[in-house]
């Protein structure tokens, strides 16, 4: 059996063992790009951009073909305190890499779980992207609680939309 291009390219990074998904890492975060994009350090020193499954955070500046939303610098300060400078563990799902060539993750912190907290405390909206839905339904629970609490982007009677 032979491996994927991204079991490949991960292999090459030194973020592979062995082929059997969902796989979790360790590894060590030292810069957040925003609400849902991070640079961390596997444990051989690779450098690697992560993107984290399932949610979309508002960018905090122009980026691609998104435009800069006020809520943005929020979101990344929030991601900023809860991740930066600390180590966390990866999981992965089916797809490995998106378009740009980011790791797409699940990101745990100890007992919290990154994605899903920042979907559930309004820093981020929910987006799935199949095949990558395993927590799904847990996101969707995350942002009925955000939108019903009024949390965050939720904090006034406009839908979110940062598009």
Known sequence: MSCSH???TFRSVGFFEKTNLPYIEEVSVYKVVDGDTFWVRNRKGNKVKIRLIGIDAPEDRNAFHKKKHP???V?????DSLILDKNIR???DVDSLDRYGRTLAYAYLHDVFINENMIKNGYALLM???PNVKYASQFVEGQNHARLNRLGLWN???VPNFD
């Not at 979101?75 to 991601?79: A, E, F, G």
């Open 156 to 158: 006034s009677d406009a």
């Open 90 to 92: 990866l999981e992965y």
């Open 128 to 130: 799935t992207v199949p």
């Open 71 to 73: 809520f943005g610098i």
């Open 75 to 79: 979101s990344k300060r929030y991601l």
């Open 6 to 8: 991204a079991e490949r």
